[in-house]
């Protein structure tokens, strides 16, 4: 793939928070998103449809992370005050307070068993998923932990001490990982057919590890001019997508981590800093928002001559 072969045009545009968004993810039919951010507002999106959003949930402080929990209707959300809550997306309301700590959720992740969240403190709290139970507090760092990602048999967390942690799931035991990054860890992203974990960081550089190599060796790319705020990798078109502090929203090979294109103002795009991105189901779309209050749907057209 070469940036030539690449097209990028705006496909839509969606407006209603009144404040920086920064979350999105896929709703529970592939037609639709949710979104999230600052004014602590959820909201429900349609892809086909042209700025038509429903709010499903307001809550009392900014809102920095959400997940789904498989096989309900039910979202978890992370918020700047440490609250921590189950929304139901079908009847709108908020069903359960699984609140732990006073310091900001950063990211939640889920499987069949558990729902973990990250805070601020340098913890994360571990959930038995049936019955949103806190069964387990695991403290990796007196920093921020700032994102999770879950691959097979562990978990792995990106940290404001510039390091990474790998977690067993099935003891909760912790093996730390030295990093060359001089930031925060932002984000995190896998790779599964060369089995590679990229992480995102404050230093605006994108860190590559093979987990084949049990020595967790990592090298950077330089990738934006500022904070790499999110990474989001497409399997069906083997494009990593990374969003930045510096405005751009970049596109790389992931076989080869070439840059693809940038999305910046020539094309009309984020204004300010690019929070979150994720493709849709098909492959075709790429979505993203920031702290313009804006979300964007990109459409990604691919030339495979």
């Known amino acids: 793939m070469l940036p030539s072969q690449i097209q990028i045009k705006k496909h839509k545009e969606y407006?209603?928070?009144?404040?920086?968004?920064?979350?999105?993810?896929?709703g529970y039919n592939t037609n639709t998103f949710i979104s999230a951010g600052g004014d602590g507002l959820v909201a429900v999106w349609n892809l086909s449809e042209d700025n038509?959003?429903?709010?499903?949930?307001?809550?009392?402080?900014?809102?920095?992370?959400?997940?789904?929990l498989p096989g309900t209707s039910l979202i978890a959300v992370g918020q700047l005050t440490g609250a921590l809550q189950i929304i139901d997306t079908e009847t709108h309301s908020i069903i359960i307070d699984i609140t732990q700590s006073p310091h900001i959720i950063f990211d939640i992740?889920?499987?069949e068993n558990y729902l973990f969240?990250?805070?601020?403190?340098?913890?994360?709290?571990?959930?038995d998923i049936s019955n949103f139970q806190l069964i387990h507090t695991i403290l990796l760092s007196e920093k921020s932990i700032r994102c999770l990602h879950i691959i097979n048999e562990n978990m792995y967390a990106g940290a404001s001490d510039n390091y990474l942690y790998k977690i067993s799931l099935h003891d909760f035991s912790f093996e730390k990982i030295e990093t060359p990054h001089?930031?925060?860890?932002?984000?995190?992203?896998?790779?599964?057919?060369?089995?590679q974990l990229i992480s995102?960081?404050?230093?605006?550089?994108?860190g590559i590890i093979n987990l084949n190599d049990e020595t967790h060796s990592m090298r950077l790319i330089p990738a934006h001019l500022n904070t790499i705020n999110h990474i989001a990798y497409c399997a069906g078109n083997g494009i990593i997508a990374t969003a930045s502090r510096d405005k751009s929203i970049r596109l790389w090979n992931a076989q080869d981590f070439t840059l693809l294109k940038v999305i910046d103002t020539?094309?009309?795009?984020?204004?300010?800093?690019v929070n979150n991105v994720?493709?849709?189901?098909d492959s075709k779309f790429l979505i993203s928002c920031g702290d313009d209050r804006r979300i964007i749907q990109w459409q990604i057209l691919i030339d495979n001559k």
Request: glycine letters at 6%; hydrophobic letters at 35%.
């Open 15 to 26: 407006s209603g928070h009144t404040a920086a968004i920064y979350r999105l993810i896929e």
């Open 52 to 68: 038509v959003g429903n709010a499903i949930a307001k809550t009392t402080s900014s809102i920095f992370s959400v997940c789904k």
């Open 109 to 111: 992740t889920v499987n």
């Open 117 to 127: 969240a990250s805070s601020g403190k340098g913890n994360v709290f571990v959930f």
């Open 182 to 195: 001089t930031n925060s860890i932002f984000s995190l992203t896998y790779i599964p057919n060369t089995q």
């Open 200 to 206: 995102g960081s404050r230093d605006a550089q994108l």
């Open 266 to 273: 020539k094309y009309e795009a984020h204004k300010n800093s």
């Open 278 to 281: 994720f493709w849709t189901a």
